[in-house]
Structures are given as structure tokens and as C-alpha cells.
């Protein structure tokens, strides 16, 4: 069985509206069998879901004692991983499934571990923020490994653990804590925790397959999303009737567009905000 989980937070609509996206194209690709579990502090927003949805609410210490709150995502999925048994597939909510599940299952299975995709080497990215937080975490000692060269990053917009290895979790989040307790400070300390146990596990695999990930071009996946979102609204569709609209008109926008200097000027007098393909600022839903 596989358990699709996500995390959102705050009171943005686009958040939740995206997240809304994010359950409706899984249910339309993934096994009947499946589970659907939001991790948010508006339960509210997803009412409409009825049964098939199950919310958590986050707790308050979950940002641990140094406060991170990107902590909270690797607490999220552990919380999932509470409710029993189940492959367990975490996708950010700037995100849409893309096809079938069945291969992912077997994958799993077989011992497989998946991320989005492979980003870079930490320890030889020329990036000025890589160097600061490779020079952080270099040669530290945290869940038990060692921080070594070549500190392979992969994006985390997925991550997916078959219910054989769920004790990853526990290793992930350790590393985390461990990092943080250093003091290590750095908005990517969860995505390296994610990236560097599962890569250590020797059978992480890349994900992308089974998901887009828009986070390079929100804003003109937000215009579509409202429209379908608004379609179903109009059309009075139960959640059965929504999948099958999904289904059938996916989603067909760039994934990555380029901010041009001169978009600050003229997106804002031209009155086209929300309609162009440009990307917004990250939020937390976590790009």
C-alpha cells in the first residue's frame, strides 16, 4: 500500500490550492488502495475530501530545540510513518503526479529509495552558499555517519521509502537534530539530511519520473490550478467526478522560466500578474 503524504502550513490560498492539485492528479494515477495523509495547520481547508484524506495537525516542538523549521517537514513524514505499515511516498505540494504508481511500488519493494533528482556534489559545487554550508558540515560526525566528501544533494520535492526501511526516518531526522545541535545554520540542513543517509543507503533512485515539480514557474501553474479548481467549484464535481477532470486535462505549463530583469517593471502596468509563466518567490510548501 502506498501512503502519499505532504506537508503544508499558514494561510496563503495558493498553498492549499496547489496541495488541493497535488491529491487530485495522484488519486487520478495511483492504486484504489492508497492513502492520502496532509500534514497542515488548516485541517478545514480539506474538508471537502471527506474520508479519503486524512489530516495530522503539526506539533509545536516539532522545529526541535534549535527551532528549524524545515525540521518540521522531516517530522511530518514521520508522523505518517506512525499511522502502520506502508510505502511511504512524500511529495511537496508544489508538485503533480505525472502517470502510474505500479513500477514505483514494485521499485520499493525491491529495496529502492527515490528523491526528485540529483542536484550536485556539495563538497565541489562552486555555488557560494554550497561552499558556506559545505565548510559547515565538512568532517562532522551526526546520525551516526560521517559528513564526507563528496556529499551528494538531491532535490526533496520527493522522497520515497518502501515499508521495509521506514527506520530511515528515524536516521534522517537524527542527522538533522545532530547538524542543527552543532550549529549548523542553513536552510538546506533537511534537504542534505534527507539527501546524504538516503544516498548512503546505496539505492536511491531518482523520482522525477512520477512527478513534476513547478517550483521554478509557480505563478503560471497557480492561473491553471485556479481554473480547474474553479471548474469543478462551477460544476458542483464530487471528489470522484474532480479526479477524472484532472485526468483529463493535465496540467501543460513550463516547469522552469527565467525572471527577466525587466518583468518587475512591466508584469506589474501591463495588469498580466498571475497569467504569465514567472516564478514566484518560495513559500512554505517548500520548492
Known amino acids: ?64 530545540a534549535q527551532g528549524f523549521f524545515w525540521r518540521k517537514k522531516i517530522k511530518a513524514v514521520c508522523a505518517a510513518v506512525a499511522l502502520g505499515p506502508a510505502d511511504v511516498v512524500y511529495a ?21 529509495t527515490f528523491m526528485h533528482e540529483f542536484e550536485h556534489l556539495l563538497s565541489r559545487s562552486s555555488r557560494k552558499g554550497d561552499r558556506a554550508m559545505w565548510r559547515m558540515v565538512a568532517g562532522r560526525s551526526a546520525g551516526g555517519m560521517v559528513m564526507a566528501d563528496p556529499a551528494p544533494m538531491w532535490n526533496a520535492g520527493l522522497v ?15 542527522v538533522c537534530d545532530d547538524l542543527t545541535a552543532a550549529g549548523v545554520k542553513h536552510n538546506l540542513t533537511e534537504q542534505f539530511a534527507w539527501s546524504v543517509r538516503l544516498a548512503a543507503d546505496g539505492r536511491l533512485r531518482d523520482g522525477k519520473r512520477w512527478f513534476h515539480h513547478y517550483w521554478g514557474n509557480k505563478p503560471g501553474w497557480d492561473a491553471a490550478i ?5 471548474r469543478i ?12 477532470l484532472v485526468r483529463a486535462n493535465p496540467i501543460r505549463r513550463p516547469l522552469l522560466v527565467r525572471r527577466r530583469w525587466w518583468n518587475r517593471w512591466f508584469v506589474p502596468i501591463s495588469g498580466l500578474q498571475g497569467h504569465l509563466d514567472l516564478p514566484a518567490t518560495p513559500g512554505t510548501d517548500h520548492g
Not at 490550492?17 to 488519486?27: F, I, K, S, V
Not at 505525472?98 to 520499493?108: P, S, T, V
Open 1 to 64: 500500500m502506498l501512503r502519499f503524504t505532504t506537508f503544508t502550513v499558514g494561510d496563503d490560498p495558493a498553498y492549499h490550492a496547489r496541495t488541493w492539485m497535488l491529491l487530485l492528479t495522484t488519486m487520478a494515477h495511483a492504486p484504489a488502495d492508497s492513502e492520502y495523509v496532509v500534514v497542515t495547520d488548516r485541517p478545514a481547508r480539506y474538508a471537502w475530501f471527506g474520508p479519503r484524506v486524512r489530516c495530522l495537525e503539526p506539533g509545536a516542538d516539532w522545529g526541535g
Open 92 to 112: 511537496d505540494s508544489d508538485m503533480v503526479a505525472r502517470r502510474g504508481f505500479d513500477d514505483l511500488a514494485a521499485a520499493l519493494a525491491a529495496g529502492d
Open 160 to 174: 520515497a521509502v518502501g515499508a521495509a526501511k521506514l527506520r530511515l526516518f528515524d536516521d534522517i531526522l537524527a
Open 226 to 230: 485556479n481554473d480547474l479548481l474553479a
Open 233 to 244: 467549484l462551477v460544476e458542483g464535481r464530487d471528489l470522484t467526478a474532480a479526479v477524472e
